[in-house]
């Protein structure tokens, strides 16, 4: 990767910082971290740049740990939600081969009817001209 050299002035301090991020990018850290501890030092007039710095750092030290936590909550919801939409396709792939299952049941059924419609309608026929047969007699 690319190092890139970049020119910082936090607190009245220049600083020059070797990165592999890009300028802009750094450049910005830079000028939001300045914003800050000088927002630390106008607020409390009596602390160092040092002081204010620490300060500023803890601050970005529990913004960083809250967000990694909410950021692991989200991960573990995400995962729930995966698992439960696997289960739910899961049941529903089932729920397709049984709907399938059972159409396959009642063609077969309805195959089985009208087979036995005829064996009932050819025996119908056979029991007709007996009992014509035995009328005229």
């Known amino acids: 990767m690319v190092r890139n050299k970049v020119k910082l002035m936090i607190a009245?301090?220049?600083?020059?910082?070797?990165t592999e991020e890009d300028v802009k990018y750094v450049s910005d850290l830079g000028k939001e971290v300045d914003l800050e501890?000088?927002?630390t030092m106008k607020e409390n007039p009596r602390i160092s740049t040092t002081q204010a710095a620490i300060l500023t750092t803890l601050q970005y030290a529990d913004n960083c740990k809250k967000a990694t936590t909410s950021a692991d909550r989200l991960r573990e919801q995400i995962k729930d939600y995966l698992d439960d939409a696997s289960s739910a396709k899961t049941k529903a792939d089932l729920a397709k081969h049984e709907a399938e299952k059972a159409k396959r049941e009642l063609e077969n059924a309805n195959l089985e009817i009208e087979r036995?419609?005829?064996?009932l309608s050819t025996v119908l026929d056979?029991?007709?001209p007996k009992?014509?047969?035995e009328q005229k007699n």
């Not at 036995?116 to 064996?119: D, E, F, G, N, R």
């Open 37 to 39: 501890i000088n927002k």
């Open 116 to 119: 036995l419609k005829a064996q």
């Open 12 to 18: 009245g301090a220049e600083y020059a910082i070797l």
């Open 131 to 133: 009992k014509r047969n």
């Open 126 to 128: 056979q029991i007709s």
